[in-house]
Structure formats: structure tokens, C-alpha cells
């Protein structure tokens, strides 16, 4: 059953700093919404108040019925919703087998965990022959797989990736977005921020450009009518 992830009105910042005023959004499971706007505008900042990283000041954040607004991020984890941060966040000196439980940190049933780790290892071939490794010395593609299968653990149903490719080659941005399209082929709602939006943009079934921490436009990319009314609307255009 499809599921609704949906920031209402969230005004948040940084100490006194307002930085996001008013913006709301909707992502659903078994969809990719992509977001998208310059560097600054406010992406990483909504997207770590949806998981509890940062409080709403005001504005309302829903799982389905469920009212996220205030919620720790161990218990938005709890209620399905796992962040993977810029750069991955992978721990470079613990081995894979280890970021990978980390990824399990919240869940009180190591077993099940264990069990979990090895079904989703199963997937990466890579990963599965370099388990006892640290972490650090797998190439940076290497590296954004561990990212993305821990936040796995859990079993969510919506991720938000801040900048998957940023600092992968061009080939590793393409298997990027293949995984991502995997994620949804499971059910699995996915909100992503993109600087790379050609390679995006066919994974996007909806999207949201932000600037200047407002929502500037909200939409499908069959509403993006070419390059030039992107990078308007990117710039900031009303
Ligand atoms: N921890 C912080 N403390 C204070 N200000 C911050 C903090 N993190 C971000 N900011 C400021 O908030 C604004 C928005 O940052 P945010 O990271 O949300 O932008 P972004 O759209 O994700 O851009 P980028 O692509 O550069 O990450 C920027 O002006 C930034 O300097």
C-alpha cells in the first residue's frame, strides 16, 4: 500500500537563522521525488528536519496518519524513515560488516539484524567479498553501496539520499540512479537531492525545486518543458 511522506509549512534554521520559510512538499513510497535548486537554497536542511536532525519551528511533518513533527531521529527511524547524508556517512575505519550493523543501530533484535545484513549484502557481490574490510579502502562507488545498503537495514519505507553521486564518475552516478530505480521497483519511497539533474531528472517521478529556502516549483519532469525553462525555474524564476 502506497504511502505518503508530507512536510506542511515547514519554517526551520539554524540558531536564530531562519533559512526554509513555508515550504511544503509530497513524496510517496514506490515514487523517487527529486529536489532540486543551488547550492544554499535549503535541500539538505528540509531534508534533515524530515529526519529529525534539526526541529521544525513551525509546520507539520506526517507519515501517512502519523505525525513526525518533534520526533528524535531514532524514532523517525522507528517509524520508517532513514537519511543517508551527504557523502554517505560511511565510517572509514570500521569494516563493512560493521557500517553495515550500524545501520541496525536502533533495532533491539541483533538476530534479525544479522539476518537482514546478509540478505541485503546479497545484492553487492563487491561488498559481499569484502566484508572484513575497512571501509575506507573501498573506491568511492564502493563506499556509496555500503551507504545505501545500511540505510536498508531497517527496512524503510522512504530514504532520503543527499547527493548520492556527488564525487562519483560518471559511470558510478549511472549505477547510482539504477539503484535508486531499484529501491522504488521494492516499494520503497526514495526523496533525493541532486546537483547532477540530467541523470536524475528520468529517475524523478516527481519533483520540487527549491530557492532561497522557498518551494519554487512543484511538479512531474513531463512539466519541465526544456533546458532553458529548467534553469529558469532553477535560478530561482517564479
Ligand atoms: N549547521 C549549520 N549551521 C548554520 N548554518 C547552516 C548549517 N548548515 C547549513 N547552513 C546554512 O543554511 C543554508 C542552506 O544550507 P543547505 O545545506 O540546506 O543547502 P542545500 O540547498 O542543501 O545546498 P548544498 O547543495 O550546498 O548542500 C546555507 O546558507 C548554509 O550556509
Redesign the pocket.
Known amino acids: 500500500m502506497s504511502v505518503e511522506l508530507r512536510v506542511t509549512d515547514l519554517v526551520t534554521?539554524?540558531?536564530k537563522?531562519e533559512?526554509?520559510h513555508g515550504v511544503s512538499m509530497s513524496a510517496r513510497s514506490e515514487e523517487v521525488t527529486c529536489?532540486f535548486?543551488?547550492?544554499?537554497?535549503?535541500?539538505?536542511?528540509?531534508?534533515?528536519a524530515i529526519a529529525g536532525l534539526l526541529p521544525a519551528w513551525s509546520g507539520q511533518l506526517h507519515l501517512g496518519d502519523t505525525e513526525l513533527t518533534g520526533l528524535a531521529v531514532h524514532e523517525v527511524v522507528r517509524q520508517g524513515i532513514v537519511m543517508m547524508p551527504?557523502g554517505g556517512g560511511v565510517f572509514p575505519r570500521f569494516t563493512v560488516m560493521e557500517n553495515l550493523r550500524m545501520g541496525g543501530y536502533s533495532l533491539r533484535d541483533t538476530a534479525w539484524v544479522e539476518e537482514r545484513i546478509e540478505t541485503l549484502i546479497d545484492d553487492y557481490p563487491s561488498l559481499q567479498r569484502r566484508r572484513h574490510v575497512a571501509a575506507g579502502s573501498l573506491s568511492g562507488g564502493e563506499q556509496m553501496m555500503v551507504a545505501i545498503a545500511r540505510a536498508l537495514v531497517p527496512e524503510p519505507a522512504f530514504v532520503l539520499l543527499?547527493?548520492p553521486s556527488a564525487g562519483l564518475s560518471p559511470a558510478l552516478v549511472g549505477e547510482t540512479m539504477t539503484r535508486v530505480k531499484g529501491l522504488r521497483e521494492r516499494g520503497i519511497g526514495v526523496v533525493m537531492?541532486e546537483?547532477n539533474i540530467r541523470e536524475a531528472l528520468p529517475v524523478a517521478d516527481r519533483l520540487y525545486i527549491?530557492a532561497g529556502?522557498y518551494r519554487k516549483f512543484a511538479g512531474t519532469s513531463a512539466d519541465i518543458q526544456d533546458d532553458r525553462h529548467l534553469m529558469s525555474l532553477y535560478m530561482g524564476g517564479d
Open positions: 534554521g539554524y540558531g537563522q533559512i526554509v529536489v535548486g543551488p547550492n544554499g537554497s535549503g535541500k539538505s536542511t528540509v531534508i534533515k551527504q543527499d547527493e537531492i546537483q527549491l529556502g
